[in-house]
């Protein structure tokens, strides 16, 4: 027997709406004992009638006024879930969504594990597999990249892939089990060369999606942003500045900050971990040494420095060039302070940097914030990929085990077709491959793998 599920779909804390999800064949039932026109039950035919319309109505439970509500009800099969389906909007109150939620086990509907709702409608035929997986994705994207990615899959770009295969695999086994069958007779078959080249296609169809993946994953991880220089010229005030509050501590002793510190931000949704480090100068004080030393190994290996200087301050630039020089190529020069800058300073001076050290160069002012939108800019075109987020796809891990698994086997089969071996040796590698596709769409019969795929899923998914 399938158990009528209920759960809270929105967000946990205070909010202006709060939505409360019943799926199962209790649903009208427990709508009908909770649900009050002008102190009047909604009945059954009066719901049914209104499918996919909203019903404002009284939530009362033991005679007691919860909420006024809008309810929302999904006849099955034409439901998320595939089963009947309601909806409670009430007030975002979390003390008042978990009494009415209360009242809706009490009446009938038993507490929804992690992704259920959404595993119902896999169960169900409302979506294959990989939709449902895409779904976990969506909710939990952390960049403007992955958010599309996984929009891309929940419309079936997997799905269409997985099922192209599944076709090309199938014709190729039909096409050497009617070589094998009917081998007496005298009927025509593809060239081995044919059947070959099909091969290598398809092959080459699973090396690009596992390619393409890779560099989806690699689009979607967050860059390393270090904010390098020496004591005072303003990397703690540029942070505090980027991240919107007070990070760093700023002073004007050199020295302030002896170790590096990490914070993570979204930049128009490319997801960033900025690192205010260290001033870099010679120093006897072994503590601020080795922060220092850590703070070097952060800018070697970032995806970017944004290497500041103080134009308060005279400087030579030949000095600057043989203690930063090595780490300019690639970099964003921030020249900080120009609203108190020397008199010595020349911008013009500095701008041949670009081109010498393939550097952008940035005047700012942390104070005045002078020059922050520019420096936001750059720091944009630096990150951003030049593909788009189209020309990639993104598989979850457990699809792409089961693509390279197919691409393994086609491998095989291919070396087999090569040495000469007979069909009924070679096809047995597609019927492997076959079966690998079967369980990326979604023929999955194991409750255990079901399990944990859905076990990522909030609650009220």
């Known amino acids: 027997m399938i158990d009528t599920i209920a759960a809270l779909s929105t967000a946990q804390g205070p909010g202006a709406i709060g939505i409360l999800r019943v ?4 649903t009208l039932p427990i709508a009908t004992s909770l649900l009050f026109k002008n102190n009047t039950p909604l009945t059954e035919d009066y719901i049914r009638s209104n499918h996919r319309s909203a019903i404002f109505c009284d ?7 919860i909420d006024q509500i809008v309810f929302l009800f999904f ?26 939620l209360q009242a809706i086990f009490a009446t009938g509907a038993r507490p929804a594990v992690q992704g259920e709702f959404t595993k119902r409608s896999f169960l169900n035929g409302k979506s294959s597999l990989t939709q449902a997986e895409a779904i976990g994705r969506l909710i939990e994207s952390r960049s403007r990249y992955e958010l599309e990615l996984a929009q891309k899959n929940v419309f079936g770009e997997i799905s269409q892939l997985s099922s192209k ?39 080459d169809l699973c090396k690009k999606l596992l390619l393409n993946s890779e560099r989806a994953e690699t689009l979607i991880l967050q860059s390393t942003v270090v904010l390098y220089g020496a004591p005072n010229t303003g990397k703690s005030s540029l942070m505090n500045l980027l991240i919107g509050r007070d990070r760093s501590i700023i002073s004007d002793l050199p020295g302030t900050t002896r170790d590096y510190i990490a914070e993570e931000i979204s930049l128009d949704g490319i997801p960033i971990r900025l690192v205010d480090t260290a001033g ?43 203690a930063y020089g090595a780490r300019l190529t690639g970099s964003i020069l921030v020249a900080n302070k120009i ?47 030049t593909e788009a987020a189209d020309d990639f796809i993104l598989l979850e891990e457990r699809q792409a085990f089961h693509i390279q698994a197919i691409h393994k086997h086609l491998t095989e089969a291919i070396t087999l077709l090569e040495s000469q071996a007979p069909a009924e040796i070679y096809i047995q590698e597609i019927n492997y491959a076959l079966k690998e596709i079967g369980e990326v769409n979604g023929r999955v019969e ?15 998914k």
């Open 75 to 100: 006849q099955g099969p034409n439901s998320y879930t595939g089963e009947d389906l309601g909806e409670f909007h009430l007030h975002g109150n979390p003390i008042l969504l978990k009494k009415a």
């Open 280 to 322: 870099i100068r010679a120093t006897s004080d072994s503590i601020e040494r080795m922060g220092i030393e850590r703070s070097e190994r952060e800018a070697d290996s970032a995806n970017l420095r944004l290497i500041l200087i103080d134009v308060s301050e005279p400087i030579q630039k030949s000095e600057f060039l043989n």
């Open 446 to 460: 194991n409750e255990e793998i079901l399990g944990r795929i859905f076990s990522k899923f909030c609650v009220g």
């Open 165 to 203: 295969i599944r076709s090309d695999l199938i014709s190729l086994k039909a096409e050497c089990e009617a070589e094998i069958d009917f081998s007496t007779e005298d009927l025509t078959y593809e060239s081995l060369s044919q059947r070959k080249n099909r091969m290598i296609s398809l092959n």
């Open 339 to 385: 609203d108190i800058a020397h008199p010595t300073w020349k911008t013009e001076d500095w701008k041949d940097l670009d081109s010498k050290y393939q550097c952008e160069f940035v005047s700012v002012s942390c104070k005045s914030k002078e020059g922050i939108e520019e420096l936001l800019l750059k720091l944009k075109e630096k990150l951003s990929e």
């Open 23 to 26: 799926s199962g064949k209790e």
């Open 59 to 65: 939530f009362i439970y033991l005679e007691k006024p």
